[in-house]
């Protein structure tokens, strides 16, 4: 999908380019609003044409800018953009949405505008150094907007920097990684990675190759980031260092690109990827899996009712939100069937008037003309008391409701998605779930495979939620060993994808920076779990049998010590403290293990 890519209201704006012509001025009825005084009520047109876009100015009284020259009619292409007073609107393709940016953006509407001048504007009292620093930012700021790679990004990241600052070393720590952007010391990589950067304070010295080299370090300001900046300078003068501001700003506009970008990981593995927008991620690649998400892209851009059924924990819910933003319907509403009992749930989806029961003092809407015109999610619909069954289907049939209480009839647009983890047409047969509300509900029907049937998928969900929470408690750990990761696919999960997102989470939180990630990080029970398909060769016992499950187990966990102690290169003490065992208990278990 193309989209406009702009700035309103302290977000980054996409709109989506879905009908054949867009207006843009300061008058209601234009699809883009600005609200600035000098945009006119209609001030251009745009018309998507393939792969580029028209832009079309209506007389507008301070005109519409292509590459800083006014224009009457222009053509742009993808990453290219036009200029409507300090708004600058950049053609992309890829996931519509929105979300909260940082302020640094504001860096592109705050400099003097460089698409519109005229003879009384005066140029700004600045110094030369801060207005050339102001100048690096506006360009990063433009670049991160406009580039849909992270390694060309951070590469011309890089290239703006080194012709701003004169000297040291710049080091961008994201992720799990570390990125230099500028380099004019002689340092290697290992020398930087030698230095726990994450426990240093804002100011620090550190000695690299012989020399005290003073360190500034600038972290992320924003919740839940681990992001920061570590500039090295081997002069020390602070009179020759950029001001705070500057760091903190290019901080935020990389952090700006990076939502804007998938993740290396997943443009390594881009086919790993089934959907993704601001808020939801859809990863997999078993067939299954594969065909499910197709068909429920099918079905979004129609208004038919579906039914979602699967295991508890299976992610139904990102479906259902998948299946809605893609469907261009306004909200979203959800209520857990299952959760409120029977007299609060009629009142929670048809709402009442005020004094309709004793503790109604006002008016409340309720959840399904909440979704008019969107999406209600029913969730657990199985649990559904019949007499609120009864209810929903008349409000199918006859598309309105009346309040409790009331009695004005009003109309609602309907699309809903019911969910469930039980089997609704075996509850139809014992007459717990009402024959004809199914039949209503059952437009479109699929199941997602719980996690036991998608083994291929879950190194990738391993590797998904281990970047995430690394990234929220702000550690690097130094990854999985291959005996604990082979102990995760093993596992059969029967939480499905809650249980091992939860696995997961837990583990980052327990694990420090730098430490490999074995079997004592893992539950006992997903250590101890058996292959999930057992085939035996002819001639070998069972593996049903105690003694050889706790030989696989011994095998496992020296396969464990032996490749942590190949990665220390035999350091027997690091070892030990890796795995959270004293040196003694170490030599012990080496001894039990035949290693010793």
């Known amino acids: ?13 996409k709109y989506p380019l879905d009908k054949p012509e867009i207006s843009i001025g300061r008058g209601r009825d234009n699809n883009i609003i600005l609200t600035e005084k000098a945009v006119s009520k209609r001030h251009c047109l745009v018309r998507p044409l393939g792969g580029e876009l028209a832009v079309i100015d209506l007389d507008s009284r301070n005109g519409t800018f292509v590459d800083g020259c006014s224009i ?4 742009i292409a993808v990453n290219h953009s036009f200029c409507i007073e300090k708004t600058p609107f950049f053609l992309k393709k890829g996931e519509a949405g929105e979300f909260t940016v940082s302020p640094a953006l504001s860096i592109l509407y705050s400099l003097p505008n460089p698409c519109r001048r005229s003879d009384n504007d005066k140029e700004p009292e600045t110094d030369p150094v801060n207005n050339r620093l102001d100048l690096a930012l506006r360009s990063l700021a433009e670049k991160s907007l406009v580039t849909d790679s992270r390694a060309l990004f951070l590469k011309r990241a890089g290239s703006i920097l080194s012709q701003t600052l004169t000297s040291g070393t710049l080091v961008f720590f994201y992720e799990c990684q570390q990125h230099i952007l500028v380099n004019h010391l002689p340092l290697k990589t290992s020398d930087l990675m030698g230095f726990d950067f994450r426990a240093l304070p804002a100011e620090a010295d550190l000695p690299v190759q012989g020399r005290i080299i003073p360190v500034w370090k600038y972290r992320s300001e924003l919740p839940s980031s681990s992001h920061f900046l570590c500039y090295l300078n081997p002069k020390p003068k602070r009179s020759e260092l950029p001001p705070p ?11 700006v690109h990076l939502k804007l970008t998938a993740s290396p990981e997943t443009t390594r593995e881009s086919g790993s990827i089934l959907y993704q927008d601001d808020r939801t991620t859809i990863i997999g690649e078993s067939p299954e899996l594969k065909t499910i998400v ?16 699967g295991e508890s924990g299976t ?21 857990n069937c299952a959760a409120i009992p029977a007299p609060l749930l009629e009142s929670e989806l048809f709402g009442y008037e005020k004094g309709a029961f004793t503790d109604a003092r006002e008016r409340t809407i309720g959840k399904i003309e909440a979704s008019s015109g969107g999406t209600l ?8 008391p019949p007499e609120i ?24 647009d309907l699309r809903i998605i019911a969910m469930t983890n039980q089997d609704l047409a075996e509850l139809v047969k014992t007459g717990a779930f009402r024959r004809d509300l199914f039949f209503r509900l059952l437009v479109h029907q699929f199941t997602v495979p719980p996690l036991r049937r998608r083994e291929e998928d879950v190194p990738l969900l391993i590797r998904h939620f281990s970047d995430l929470y690394a990234r929220k408690n702000g550690v690097t750990p130094a990854g999985f060993t291959k005996a604990a990761e082979e102990a995760l696919v093993r596992y059969s999960w029967p939480g499905n994808v809650r249980e091992l997102e939860n696995e997961i989470r837990r583990i980052m939180e327990t694990v420090d920076d730098g430490e490999m990630i074995g079997g004592h990080h893992l539950r006992p029970d997903v250590i101890d779990a058996r292959p999930r398909i057992l085939t035996p060769e002819a001639g070998t016992p069972s593996l049903d049998k105690p003694s050889l499950t706790k030989d696989r187990i011994r095998a496992w966990e020296r396969q464990e010590v032996e490749e942590l102690l190949r990665k220390n290169l035999g350091n027997k003490s690091k070892t030990a403290r890796e795995m959270s065992l004293t040196y003694r208990g170490f030599l012990k278990k080496l001894k039990r293990l035949g290693l010793y």
């Open 72 to 75: 009457g009619e222009a053509r």
């Open 1 to 13: 999908m193309y989209y406009l890519l702009y700035q309103k209201d302290g977000l980054i704006k």
């Open 294 to 309: 197709g068909q429920a892209k099918r079905f979004a851009s129609r208004d038919s009712f579906i039914i979602i059924l």
């Open 245 to 255: 501001r500057f760091f903190k700003n290019l901080l935020e506009i990389i952090e």
């Open 377 to 384: 999610v029913l969730d657990e619909i199985g649990d559904m």
């Open 315 to 335: 992610g139904k819910e990102l479906f259902a939100r998948m299946i809605h933003r893609l469907s261009g319907r306004k909200n979203f509403v959800a209520i």
């Open 389 to 412: 069954q009864a209810k929903l289907l008349r409000v199918i049939q006859e598309k309105s409701i009346t309040r409790l209480g009331g009695h004005e009839t009003i109309p609602v």
